[in-house]
Each structure stands twice: as C-alpha cells, then as structure tokens.
T-cell receptor, first 112, second 114 residues
C-alpha cells in the first residue's frame, strides 16, 4: 500500500564512516520526516521538511543532516558514524488531505 | 505544546482476551487522532483514525472513539489474536494546520500468547 521506500534495510558500518540513508516517496507529498526509534520503541523526531529546499531540526538533537532537493527524496547523512548512532531510523511522509502519515520499513543501522 | 500519553507496556494477554490500550492527549486546537501499528521488523502502518469529536475509527476488529470531553482515544479489541502482537502508537496532528508536526505517544508493546 505504502509508496515510501527506505534503503538500505540493514546496515553495519565501522566508526568514522560517512553514510547516507535513503528515503523516497512517489505520492508527491511535501511534508516528510525522519524519526529515530529507541530500543523501547519510542519515536523521536530528528528532522522534517515542508517541501523542496526546506529542512528543520526536530525535537531530538542529532548529528545527522538532511537535504530536500527534490520532492521525492529526503536523504539523511551521518558524516562520521559512531556507535551511539546505532538505532532504527524511520522515514515518513504526510498526506496533505486528512493528515495521514505513510512510513517506510525503516533502516536498522549498527555502527561497530 | 501538544502531547500524547499512552499506557505503559508491555501488555501481555492470552488469545481471545479483551484489549484496551489507553491514550490521552493535550492539544490547543482540534486535532485528528490516529492509531498506528508496528509489526516486528516493519515500519508503522495506519490502523485507524478519527477526525472530530465522537467519531469512531475501526479496522481489523479494533475500535477507538474520539472523546473530546476526556481528551482520550482509547484503543479496544474484543478478542485479540496472536497475530495482533505488535507495538501500537497513538498520535495526533492538528487539523487544518499543515505546518504542525505529528505528535506520537511512546508506543505500547502488546504480546498475545496462544
């Protein structure tokens, strides 16, 4: 049902590496989010975007950055990964009518 | 700011038991309310929604009624199955305010035993 995709699903990388988590949606939604999900399953908003060239930091301080050059793509980048970045990352977009959110399947990142 | 509170988990039930997961919210306006479900290893999926007071959302045997007077949106199911084991998130978004972010509750993990 959902037309929002995240890649990769799983990633194990070494400390200090630069990584980009991809998120794409084909629904033409302007508003997109990145959440970090802690082991207790709570969602923490780390970045969001209102549309092209719009990016905002969320409630949870994060060392990641995002970009929104095209409506469809909202990639998240870690310039230098650390073990503390090990987490599940969820991307979402919101329909402008009715406010429904569509979520990707998530990227489980492990930094060793 | 807006917030959503859910009952703490984990909740463990036997198959065919009755389920209630409490959710209350605070909001300055008139939010739309949602329940999302996350199955193991998956992203969140919309379970049901309600957009105004007294609306009842329902799907897959789950129900929740938007109670403005008690600012609540409790999730119920009359007879749970093992396949209902998942994490359930209550959420709100302010209606007619596209600039407002979603606010999620902390999630409640449900385990249903055969």
């Amino acid at each position: 049902e959902a037309d929002i995709y995240q890649t990769p699903r799983y990633l194990v990388i070494g400390t200090g590496k630069k990584i980009t988590l991809e998120c794409s949606q084909t629904m033409g939604h302007d508003k997109m989010y990145w959440y970090q999900q802690d082991p207790g399953m709570e969602l923490h908003l780390i970045h969001y975007s209102y549309g092209v060239n719009s990016t905002e930091k969320g409630d949870l301080s994060s060392e990641s950055t995002v970009s929104r050059i095209r409506t469809e793509h909202f990639p998240l980048t870690l310039e230098s990964a650390r073990p503390s970045h090990t987490s599940q990352y969820l991307c979402a977009s919101v329909s402008p009518t009715g406010g429904r959110a569509f979520f990707g399947q998530g990227t489980r990142l492990t930094v060793v | 700011g807006d917030s959503v509170t859910q009952m703490e988990g984990p909740v463990t039930l036997s198959e065919e038991a009755f389920l209630t997961i409490n959710c209350t919210y605070t909001a300055t306006g008139y939010p739309s309310l949602f329940w999302y479900v996350q199955y193991p290893g998956e992203g969140l999926q919309l379970l049901l929604k309600a957009t105004k007071a007294d609306d009842k959302g329902s799907n897959k045997g789950f129900e929740a009624t938007y109670r403005k007077e008690t600012t609540s949106f409790h999730l119920e199911k009359g007879s749970v199955q093992v396949s209902d084991s998942a994490v359930y998130f209550c959420a709100l978004i302010e209606r007619d305010n596209y600039g407002q972010n979603f606010v999620f509750g902390p999630g409640t993990r449900l385990s249903v035993l055969p």
